[in-house]
């Protein structure tokens, strides 16, 4: 049972460069998140899929796509990186229900120079 | 929107001692998460709090749910080597499918 599994784990890209991070979990969640962590700022939502289908804008949506593929896989798009997001990126996922634990993956190092 | 204030943003400790961390907010919860975070790791879940008042261990973690549903308090006791790490609390409104505010962590040292 690996959890939440990410891919890369570490990527540089020049500024206009597009990149897709991949996301999957084998628990049979339904909701998935994607995050950013910036130092001293914690963890901010960038979009979260509440269920297979749908797709929600976070607090930072703003130069990234998402694609919930099927209900394992959710997938990040930058489609024209800029240094300023320079970040790391986590996935996330939560089963249905009263529970709102969300099981992190290991994360995706993305240098954009 | 809603803003989660940890303190201390970090500190520094010898083993053997008791660590007391709190996270507080501008808005009521009704769900509180502690994480922590080693470096270069994604956040693994400690404690998960879901009534005022609630009090919960987790081997040498407790956790408190506090009373006004405005703060959380997490406490390591006899603290090791590996309690090292970012801990981070996390707060959640109302169903909101599972949008979590996180605080902006603690950064745990422990000299052996």
């Known amino acids: 049972n690996a959890g939440v599994t990410q891919t890369p784990k570490f990527q540089v890209l020049k500024t206009g460069q597009s990149m897709t991070l991949q996301c999957a979990q084998d628990?049979?969640?339904?909701?998935m998140y994607w995050y950013r962590q910036d130092p001293g700022m914690g963890l901010r939502l960038i979009y979260y899929s509440a269920s297979e289908g749908t797709t929600d804008k976070g607090e930072v949506p703003n130069g990234y796509n998402v694609s919930r593929l099927n209900k394992r896989e959710f997938s990040l798009r930058l489609e024209s990186a800029a240094p300023s997001q320079t970040s790391v990126y986590f996935c996330?996922?939560?089963?249905?229900?009263?529970?709102?634990?969300?099981?992190f993956g290991p994360g995706t190092r993305l240098t954009v120079t | 929107g809603q803003q989660l204030n940890q303190s201390p943003q970090s500190m520094f400790i010898q083993e053997g001692e008791d660590v007391s961390m709190n996270c507080t907010s501008s808005s009521i919860f009704n769900t509180w998460l502690w994480y922590k975070q080693d470096p270069g790791e994604g956040p693994v879940l400690l404690i998960a709090?879901?009534?005022?008042?609630e009090l919960t261990s987790n081997g040498r973690l407790t956790a408190q749910f506090g009373i006004t549903r405005k703060d959380s308090f997490l406490n390591i006791s006899a603290s090791i080597p590996s309690d090292v790490g970012i801990y981070f609390c996390?707060?959640?409104?109302?169903?909101?499918?599972?949008?979590?505010?996180f605080g902006q962590g603690t950064i745990l040292t422990v000299h052996p």
């Open positions: 709090l879901y009534k005022a008042g």
């Open positions: 628990m049979n969640h339904n909701s």
């Open positions: 996390a707060g959640l409104y109302g169903t909101s499918y599972g949008k979590l505010t």
């Open positions: 996330a996922s939560r089963a249905s229900g009263r529970e709102n634990e969300q099981y």
